[in-house]
């Protein structure tokens, strides 16, 4: 009796615990819900006021338009730039990942180490090493994708490589060629359909990872290649609450859902991220 | 014909295959058996082409294959954990060599349905690999590996992931498909029963190399050394003399007349727990005392001592024998195999 009582005294603590921990991590993030979605005008003009008009509702997505009219070239520009990074992580680490894996070189494996570097080198360092080294394209969008892929492919090899190198793929490659598949044949119609479900977890990683890149994109950005993240500092520091906080509401509204389908499919691949090859 | 030669290979300091060369037999199957470790596998895939022998020849119709990769030799495959295509459904994964073989889609589809209709899953057609169970994934592997008409047929262990009952009936159902189609089969597998079963011809590997070849009757009752005959079923081994001239073979508790094989003085000599039965005194060739009876089933094991010697004896009398039972024994001379010691 004085064990079960002492076992409920543990799970009630143990639920009280989660719910104060869950309570001081969305709490920030609900203040910045009801900054984006509250009409605060009773606060005083603001200089966005001409976004909420003569609004005198309680809730207004005023604020949202006046991001949307601001910086909606900045939200346009991360987007493409994210799915440019998905489709080239893809199309370059799905082929060089199976190369790497399926050689079993020393120097194979010295490319892969490389291949993992960038992820080892501080943002800022990486930023002034590309304005360094490529100053006579400073200015071009693809330079921000360079460096967006610096960050992103050593994530998607991974994931691939680490699927690639289960026992299971490898047999399913020997029996393909057992029953006559070529190179060719078994990369297309074994090792890609295997490999779909790390790819798609890899894109939702690199998708995130490339939405949300502060330091790349903040010391590469332009006044005419503005990211995303770049424009939601400058709402931090040149506009108001409400109005930063609509912009940190659209950026939310991207990334949450890329990361709760990681969530949702990709538990088995952040597992393998963290075994040794 | 399927020939190899000499086949060597070995992993870093490890020879896993020695000068490995059998002829196997056209359109039979053809077992290959050993402990664990013993090159089984290996053997199977240096003929398949998916491992490449340090030195040695794969012959086919005469054609030296050895360098030919294996999606080229035309071989079927059938792996111990099936390796099926997740990917793919059941007729998916038979049609897939044929896919790659770039066969139309109605005559791809029409082989397939074939294949799975002598593996008699023809109703599994839509299923989903992971829809269907381990005795059914068996077939779809063994139906992948046909319908593609292969010249032959390679398979490792591809029972052995099943219970000893399914095991049984699918054994006696791929001998039926075997003998159908009178392809040239390798079978590798660690389970006596199944290699004495289903080959017509068998070889015990050991240690990467071929002890013994033969039919399986021939390998059972005429070992060619020690290891086989320890190997291979239960036996019992003693030292024992030959004796010139007179065909006499000394046990250490019994001398025995009339013994067909001569090793010299020294030898060592096998008998198998059947080829010794229970007699009247007077026809005994000696007398033991019952350590212990065991009923196996379909007959009775005992555990006898004779002299300071264990011996081991199943007799298809199924009475229990008290512990101390005197027994009176007597070999049968063309079961006795004898080797120099």
């Known amino acids: 009796m004085r064990r079960r009582r002492a076992v409920s005294f543990a799970m009630i603590a143990a639920h009280a615990v989660t719910w104060v921990l869950l309570i001081v991590i969305t709490a920030p993030v609900l203040v910045v819900l009801a900054g984006a979605f509250f009409n605060t005008s009773f606060l005083g003009l603001a200089s966005e006021q001409w976004a909420t008009g003569n609004d005198r509702t309680f809730l207004t997505s005023s604020w949202f338009g006046y991001v949307f009219h601001i910086y909606g070239g900045s939200l346009a520009f991360s987007l493409g730039l994210a799915f440019l990074c998905v489709g080239a992580c893809i199309l370059i680490s799905v082929p060089a990942a199976y190369a790497i894996v399926r050689t079993h070189s020393l120097r194979s494996r010295m490319l892969e180490e490389l291949a993992l570097l960038p992820l080892s080198v501080p943002g800022i360092a990486m930023s002034i090493g590309l304005i360094q080294a490529y100053s006579i394209v400073r200015g071009q969008w693809w330079l921000i994708l360079c460096g967006h892929l610096l960050y992103t492919m050593p994530l998607m090899m991974r994931v691939l490589t680490s699927a690639l190198r289960s026992s299971e793929t490898a047999r399913l490659e020997v029996a393909a060629e057992s029953l006559g598949a070529s190179w060719r044949q078994r990369f297309l119609f074994v090792v890609i359909p295997n490999l779909r479900h790390s790819i798609i977890v890899g894109s939702l990683l690199v998708f995130a990872i490339s939405w949300g890149e502060f330091n790349v994109s903040f010391l590469l950005n332009t006044p005419l290649h503005q990211t995303f993240p770049a424009a939601l500092y400058a709402t931090y520091t040149g506009n108001s609450f409400a109005v930063s906080s609509a912009a940190t509401t659209i950026f939310l509204a991207v990334v949450v859902p890329a990361l709760l389908a990681l969530q949702w499919i990709g538990g088995g691949e952040f597992t393998r991220l963290e075994q040794p090859a | ?341």
């Not at chain 2, 199924?318 to 039972?325: I, K, L, N, V, Y």
């Open chain 2, 1 to 341: 014909m399927l020939e190899v030669r000499s086949l060597n290979k070995t992993f870093g300091a490890r020879h896993a295959i020695k000068d490995f060369t059998h002829r196997f037999a056209d359109g039979k199957i053809t077992t290959i058996l050993g402990p664990s470790g013993s090159g089984k596998s290996t053997a199977l895939a240096l003929t398949a082409g998916l491992k490449e022998p340090d030195s040695g020849t794969v012959l086919l119709n005469g054609h030296d294959i050895t360098a030919l990769p294996p999606e080229r030799r035309g071989f079927g495959v059938v792996f111990q954990n099936y390796s099926l295509f997740p990917h793919l459904d059941v007729i998916g994964n038979v049609e897939f060599g044929l896919r790659v073989r770039r066969i139309g889609k109605a005559e791809r589809r029409r082989r397939a349905l074939e294949a799975l209709k002598l593996a008699r899953i023809e109703e599994l057609a839509n299923r989903h690999i992971t829809q269907i169970s381990g005795g059914e994934q068996q077939r779809v592997a063994l139906a992948r590996a046909i319908a593609f008409s292969p010249s032959i047929l390679l398979m490792d262990e591809p029972l052995s992931a099943l219970d000893a009952k399914l095991r049984e009936e699918l054994r006696e159902e791929l001998l039926r498909l075997l003998a159908t189609l009178a392809i040239t089969t390798i079978y590798v597998t660690h389970d006596q029963i199944e290699a004495m079963s289903l080959g017509s011809e068998m070889i015990i590997l050991n240690d990467g190399a071929i002890e013994q070849s033969g039919p399986p009757a021939q390998l059972y009752l005429r070992p060619a050394n020690l290891f086989v005959a320890t190997f291979l079923g239960d036996s019992n081994v003693f030292p024992a003399e030959c004796e010139d001239g007179s065909g006499g073979l000394r046990l250490p508790f019994a001398a025995i007349n009339a013994v067909p094989n001569r090793n010299g003085p020294k030898c060592w000599a096998m008998v198998r727990p059947d080829a010794m039965e229970l007699v009247e005194p007077s026809d005994a060739d000696f007398s033991a005392v019952v350590e212990s009876s065991t009923f196996m089933g379909n007959h009775l094991r005992l555990r006898l001592r004779a002299g300071s010697d264990r011996v081991i004896l199943d007799t298809q009398n199924r009475r229990p024998f008290a512990s101390d039972t005197p027994v009176y024994v007597r070999i049968k001379r063309e079961e006795i195999s004898t080797w120099p010691r």
